[in-house]
T-cell receptor
Framework: EDKVVQSPLSLVVHEGDTVTLNCSYE??????LLWYKQEKKAPTFLFML????IEKKSGRLSSILDKKELFSILNITATQTGDSAIYLC??????????FGTGTSLTVIP | EAQVTQNPRYLITVTGKKLTVTCSQN?????MSWYRQDPGLGLRQIYY???????DKGDVPEGYKVSRKEKRNFPLILESPSPNQTSLYFC????????????FGSGTRLTVV
């Protein structure tokens, strides 16, 4: 059965800390892996990863995919209170289905 | 502005009373999908559509119907809502090929009493 598992489920850190969020997957016919950030509303797109070992970077956020070990990580450096959100990982398979993980809830305290 | 518009944002209804949640996108996206989001279960796909008149079941289609008569619209229909359909619903659209990311609507919080 196809599945996407995120860890940890929840995380509380202080401003300035660096966090690493994990996403492992077992999905047949993998096409891409996506990261989203969800605050109190709709998820917003962060990254799309299709190739192993190529880091995607946007400001303090970065992500990388390992297609051999079937996982991805999302790193956030120098965290700010505005980074508090649920971070969702989704895997797209051929056949045009998305599989979302349950998300990691990140709380950044001042 | 490119967007996905869902209506209503909030809805409280009674068991068995048919309802429709509308979804419209202005980006000419071929692919549209409905999700429900429940605590501890994440986003689960209800139905999706690759194009006009083409719809397919997702992971949790029971109790829902959809239609895609026009490219821009993808309504979600609950013929006889039940309390276990109380949830937060998101409509989303994307270009094809997929993987370039969804654009999500703002969500509809449905409560069935």
């Amino acid at each position: 059965e196809d599945k996407v598992v995120q860890s940890p489920l929840s995380l509380v850190v202080h401003e300035g800390d660096t966090v690493t969020l994990n996403c492992s997957y077992e999905v047949t016919n993998f096409r891409s892996l996506l990261w989203y950030k969800q605050e109190k509303k709709a998820p917003t797109f962060l990254f799309m990863l299709t190739s192993s070992g190529i880091e995607k970077k946007s400001g303090r956020l970065s992500s990388i995919l390992d297609k051999k070990e079937l996982f991805s990580i999302l790193n956030i450096t120098a965290t700010q209170t505005g980074d508090s959100a649920i971070y969702l990982c989704a895997v797209v398979r051929s056949g045009n289905q998305f599989y979302f993980g349950t998300g990691t809830s990140l709380t950044v305290i001042p | 502005e490119a967007q996905v518009t869902q209506n209503p944002r909030y809805l409280i209804t009674v068991t068995g009373k048919k309802l429709t949640v509308t979804c419209s996108q202005n980006m000419n996206h071929e692919y549209m999908s409905w999700y429900r989001q429940d605590p501890g279960l994440g986003l689960r796909q209800i139905y999706y559509s690759m194009n006009v008149e083409v719809t397919d079941k997702g992971d949790v289609p029971e109790g829902y119907k959809v239609s895609r008569k026009e490219k821009r619209n993808f309504p979600l229909i609950l013929e006889s809502p039940s309390p276990n359909q109380t949830s937060l619903y998101f409509c989303a659209s994307s270009i094809i090929p997929l993987g370039y990311g969804y654009t999500f609507g703002s969500g509809t919080r449905l409560t069935v009493v």
